[in-house]
């Protein structure tokens, strides 16, 4: 009778274990899920970035040039 109560305990032990492991693959399934989510939309708008970037250095580059043709004409 004493085998079987520890045995009982073993079981329950293993079956909570196991239970606990499941609900952290859960857990980790969706943290992976977001980090892809999130890591998608950091690219999108990495790229956003780089284009308003190069938009306003192409600005400034034709205000340079606009300042350096006002000065000749003078």
């Not at 998608?40 to 780089?50: F, H």
Request: proline share 0%.
């Amino acid at each position: 009778m004493y085998s079987n109560e520890i045995l009982s305990k073993r079981k329950k032990r293993i079956q909570k274990e196991r239970w606990y492991q499941k609900e952290r693959n859960k857990e980790n399934s969706v943290l992976k899920k977001e980090t892809k989510g999130l890591s998608y939309i950091l690219r999108e708008m990495q790229q956003e970035l780089n284009v308003l970037t190069t938009l306003f250095h192409a600005q400034q580059a034709l205000e340079r040039e606009e300042q350096k043709r006002r000065n000749n004409d003078r």
